[in-house]
């Protein structure tokens, strides 16, 4: 069975940091683009950050950049997202997501569209005083 589990997530101070991991099961996680995505209470899903499996371009909404990183660690095939300087309205469920099937012109299509074959169950992160 095909599964991604996200872990990692929790109670975090303003400033402060995370790190989410996005663990594959059943199938090696290296051979797809996988992406972060999360969605705060009433609000749409957002593409947070995707990873090629090509050549491992990356792209990051612009509401993260310069605070998110995302990686992979194919040892343990797991991609991973590095959070700083986290702010409040970065409160949400943060989900991975790999694409299987559809084959994404490019990872900002990829992380725009969100229309994904694999979801894991996602992870709350609450940034808050």
């Known amino acids: 069975q095909l599964q991604l589990v996200e872990s990692g997530g929790g109670l975090v101070q303003p400033g402060g940091s995370l790190r989410l991991s996005c663990a594959a099961s059943?199938?090696?996680?290296?051979?797809?683009?996988v992406g972060w995505f999360r969605q705060a209470p009433g609000k749409e899903r957002e593409g947070v950050s995707c990873?090629?499996?090509?050549?491992?371009?990356?792209h990051y909404a612009n509401s993260v950049k310069g605070r998110f990183t995302i990686s992979r660690d194919y040892a343990k095939n797991t991609v991973y997202l590095q959070m700083d300087s986290l702010k409040p309205e970065d409160t949400a469920v943060y989900y991975c997501?790999?694409?299987?099937?559809?084959?994404?012109?490019?990872?900002?299509?990829?992380?725009?569209?969100?229309?994904?074959?694999?979801w894991g169950q996602g992870t709350l992160v609450t940034v808050s005083s």
């Open positions: 997501a790999a694409d299987l099937a559809r084959g994404f012109v490019t990872i900002q299509a990829m992380c725009v569209s969100g229309d994904l074959e694999l």
């Open positions: 059943g199938f090696t996680l290296d051979y797809f683009a």
């Open positions: 990873i090629s499996n090509s050549d491992g371009s990356t």
